[in-house]
């Protein structure tokens, strides 16, 4: 008899644990819309005069973004992202001419996120990411405008709050910062032409998220 109440008990705990392991884990797909301020180091060397100039440029835009992803648990979950961040430009000043650049960034992303309970319903999360990071950059002046796409190697970090609408629906608000750094390519045509050497871009700014729970 003993030993039938043991294995009921036994049987009912693992049953509970399942139960909830079900109902906090899971596939997981979302969205999330961010406003960021972003920098773009570089240098830029002109091929015909050897001449150096700073290739700096920075502004604010908008960047959006899909993600899908698993639940480990409340606690756990990783997921695989697109980031897509509207074009910004700006100005290189140069001793004789000015040089627009506009940049377009395409991200594909990894990333892992641990989400500790605050509260009820309510959830922080702390979380890395890293990925590819293709970007596309146009140079402009009154004579000619030069294009060029750049690979890049991406990482960050966030850190922000899940709140909970119903047990599938969840909304997220943080603040991410990141870093991208590119390879070089040459800008250049058969009379003039540019090298925009090893750029490197940081962003951060705030973010807002949703997420559906299968």
């Known amino acids: 008899m003993k030993k039938t109440l043991l294995s009921v008990a036994v049987g009912t705990c693992l049953f509970t644990n399942l139960a909830l392991a079900d109902e906090n884990s899971g596939f997981f797909m979302g969205m999330d819309a961010a406003w960021i301020h972003t920098q773009v180091k570089g240098d830029l060397k002109h091929n015909k005069t050897g001449l150096t100039f700073n290739g700096d440029v920075s502004g604010n835009l908008p960047a959006f973004g899909l993600r899908a992803g698993y639940r480990f648990n409340e606690s756990h979950r990783i997921y695989a992202a697109y980031n897509y961040s509207d074009e910004f430009n700006d100005l290189i000043k140069t001793p004789r001419i000015q040089i627009e650049g506009d940049f377009t960034t395409h991200k594909f992303l990894l990333g892992y996120d641990f989400t500790p309970k605050l509260f009820e319903k309510t959830r922080a999360v702390l979380g890395v990411y890293s990925g590819y990071a293709k970007t ?5 002046t009154t004579f000619l ?14 850190i922000g709050a899940i709140y909970e609408l119903t047990p599938r629906n969840e909304i997220e608000l943080g603040f991410k910062a990141e870093q991208i750094n590119y390879n070089s390519r040459n800008f250049h045509t058969s009379k003039i032409g540019s090298n925009f050497y090893d750029p490197t871009q940081r962003n951060y700014g705030i973010y807002l998220g949703y997420a559906y729970k299968f």
């Open 136 to 140: 596309n950059i146009d140079l402009k």
């Open 145 to 158: 405008s030069l294009s060029q796409d750049f690979d890049g190697f991406v990482y960050g970090a966030k």
